[in-house]
């Protein structure tokens, strides 16, 4: 089964994303904030990671760039969320290395896509 980190600091986005992906063969892990996300990455890799764009400290923007910084977790794809979908929140994704962006809130046929996607390109 593909392990995916949520990193969002609202839960009920958090448990939202659970729903969505549990029936779909994915095993969901939780951190509600890119920090708490760092240190639960380091103690258990993920083979995927969702996160907010818009959180308190640091962003899913830093975040996938920090992921994308390690050579060690570079590999692993990362599909940020965000409430506003601009063409300038498009390029700083595509900057940082995010493999997707999927407007908040998002319905199952808009994020199971773009996840499924990043899952296979992981393997």
Do not use: W
């Not at 659970?18 to 103690?43: G, K, Q």
């Amino acid at each position: 089964m593909t392990q995916v980190l949520v990193v969002d600091d609202s839960l009920s986005v958090r448990k939202a994303l659970e729903i969505i992906l549990r029936p779909h063969a994915y095993t969901v892990r939780m951190a509600d904030s890119a920090e708490t996300a760092l240190v639960s990455f380091a103690e258990q890799p993920a083979d995927l990671v969702i996160a907010d764009v818009l959180m308190p400290g640091m962003s899913g923007f830093e975040l996938c760039q920090q992921l994308k910084a390690d050579p060690s977790r570079a590999h692993v794809p990362v599909v940020l969320i965000s409430g506003i979908v601009s063409e300038e929140e498009q390029r700083r994704a595509n900057e940082v290395g995010a493999v997707g962006l999927v407007r908040k809130p998002f319905r199952a046929e808009d994020l199971l896509p773009v996840v499924d996607a990043a899952a296979r390109a992981a393997t």
